[in-house]
């Protein structure tokens, strides 16, 4: 509860924690479970894309049997180019990958026995060595330069920690602590925090903020655009209101007299913390001794400018902020080479996203925005064509009279727009009429209901993207997904809405359209031209060829765990009648193949029984071979055979 009441009638004073304490109670309850590893080879379904590390792109066609001198195996069938086609056998399947980019096109079928997939591949690895070279030196770069060594926690920096209203979640306690360490030591720091909106990034570089002015540094935060700035500002004022220092916002909704006594105050060190956009990075902005800069979504600033964050990063220590989600097999080829934190835990008391999808309904859309409304929420209306977003905007005045509605999209002005949002986030109106351009980095816990109008004409991710605009706080949010009335629906677009409406949690189609936003995340660390490789290759394979050129640049060889070579004549397979799914038994032998220790076959033999019944013999010499090859590579064996089945 966050406020108590007064009834006069029943005699009944109620006081919530905040009224007593002067904060809200810490936020308990288990924490949610980390994300999983995002797409697995065991989501593969007949059709799709996959790229072998040795032959290249092709197509997965099914699980297949194949006899060969009176043994039975089982292989997984793949078509090329023309009529290629390749039987890889089940234990083999650590060289094959999903194929996944951002992108719509088509991938190229690679050919059997041509040189095209290894120019390809040396291509991709080539542009890898030299982007890693490169942030390998900026790397020791920093190593070997000194700045500035910040002091130890002081009791206030306690005292401001503890006044934080929440529980932290474990990611962000992690990365506070990682945060800490850098600004500690003498080496200038250069860290990535990553995390959706609301996870908790914005409270780590409070943290990290108020450490640097406790030792008499001034802190700049730049951020992309004005609203973003307004919204930090707000923020930063309310979180530090108990303690002496100044902060300020540089942007346009400043006038040019305050702006001049902002530049002036931050020259003179009587600013101690600035807030703006890249109106910061302007030759009169001067700082007495800047000692931290904060930045939000730096891949969304144009090369100018991030030219000259480049040139402070080397005296000043950095932390950029990015909302969209990273990968975690990138998270971990690019360890040694940038310092990265990853919050992926989201706050607990989140409740997943109530979805409809429906024909428009003028009846249901009213009841649901008056909904909203009667808790003193929000709603963000989503119409993405400015030809007749004004026509909507008519049709919502008659529908919804006395409710506020604002538009926005993008062939406003900057300024026009930036103040809209603003009348927004403020309270002024009820209903933001809009494009996509809802901010990504915004933070909007009061908007709690979605309506997105044709939403059979957008993909999946960003659907995933403009659903995820609400439910930013502890109240049940909901979204409407709409398609005009009498409209017969492409098989496609059908499923699509089907699968995100099913998957409020992260399901096998959440995990694509997931998998779509952390490519483009990936893009924004490694830079546009990396793009290319990765369409190349499939973002997979360009992962695990980064993680070994990075390795070899630090001097290491890949981490090579011994695979043993197992060519046992006996029937080792899982017969169509036991296990047909075919997704199923991709994800059974993987299980076998990853297995390490004899616990994990029990484990497995134990589910199958309970799930299959009792496996027939081809299963259980699976299981056996399986058990013998962990007893080999204990003993380094690099190849077990038995020929004849004596």
Known sequence: MEKGFICHNLKVALFS??????KSPGRTGKQRKKSEER?????????DYVVHENYGIGIFRGVTQVENDGVTREYILLQYAGTDKLYLPVEKLDLLYKYTTSEEKTPRLSKLG???WERTRKKVSESIREMAEDLLKLYATREASEGYAFSLDTPWQREFEESFPYEETPDQLKSIKEVKSDMESKQPMDRLICGDVGYGKTEVAMRAVFK???????????????VLAEQHYRTFTERFQDYPCTIEVLSRFRISTQQKHIISDVQKGVTDIVIGTHRLLSRDVQFKDLGLLVIDEEHRFGVAQKEKIKALKQTVD???LSATPIPRSLHMSLTGLRDLSLIETPPPERYPITTYVLEYNDDIISRAIRSELERNGQIFFVHNRIEDIHQVYEHLQELLPGVKIAVGHGRMKEEELSRTVMDFLNGKCQVFLCTTIIESGLDMPNVNTIIIDEADKMGLAQLYQLRGRVGRSDRIAYAYLTYRQDKVLTETAQKRLNAIREFNELGSGMKIALRDLEIRGAGNILGAEQHGYIHAV???LYCRL??????????RSPREEITTQMDIDVDYYIPEAYIPDSGAKMRLYRRL???SEQQEIDDIRSELNDRFGHPPQPVENFLQIASLRIMAREKEIKSLRRKGRQ
């Not at 797409?39 to 059709?47: P, R």
């Not at 980064?546 to 001097?555: D, I």
């Open 538 to 540: 499939g973002f997979d």
């Open 39 to 47: 797409i697995l080879l065991e989501d593969l379904k007949l059709g």
């Open 114 to 116: 041509g040189s095209e």
């Open 593 to 595: 193949l990853l297995a």
């Open 212 to 226: 640097a002015i406790m030792d008499g540094k001034q802190a700049a935060i730049l951020v992309p655009t004005t």
């Open 17 to 22: 924690e905040k009224d007593i304490w002067g």
């Open 318 to 320: 950095v932390i950029s």
């Open 546 to 555: 980064l993680e070994q050129e990075t390795a070899r640049l630090k001097g």
